[in-house]
């Protein structure tokens, strides 16, 4: 059984910065598309970035150059690296991770970002 645990959430100031890892146990095969995703009160859970095997990323449009994503394919694990953060960035980040016809998902960890 595949799991995602997500690392690195907290509280920040606007204009500060965080760092969110998600290390995927249970498997030992390269993951496929690894994600960050993230969902804020009342909204809908919105894509924050991804990245594919072969280290190609997308992001999205309110990222607007201050998140950086990677990983550690010999880990499984993805990176998030988020600047200038701004309130609202405030939400729960979602590790995603996608492994054939299999999605996983981690429990997620709390971004709390203050003015």
């Known amino acids: 059984q595949v799991q995602l645990v997500e690392s690195g959430g907290g509280l920040v100031q606007a204009g500060g910065s965080l760092s969110l890892s998600c290390a995927a146990s249970g498997i030992t095969l390269r993951l496929d598309d690894m994600a960050w995703y993230r969902q804020a009160p009342g909204k809908q859970r919105e894509l924050v970035a991804s990245?594919?095997?072969?280290?190609?990323?997308n992001f999205g449009d309110f990222v607007k150059g201050r998140f950086t994503i990677s990983r550690d394919n010999v880990k499984n694990t993805v990176y998030l690296q988020m600047n200038s953060l701004k309130p609202e960035d405030t939400a729960v980040y979602y590790c995603n991770a996608r492994f054939g016809a299999a999605n996983y998902w981690g429990t997620g960890t709390l971004v709390t970002v203050s003015s």
């Open positions: 990245i594919s095997r072969g280290s190609r990323t």
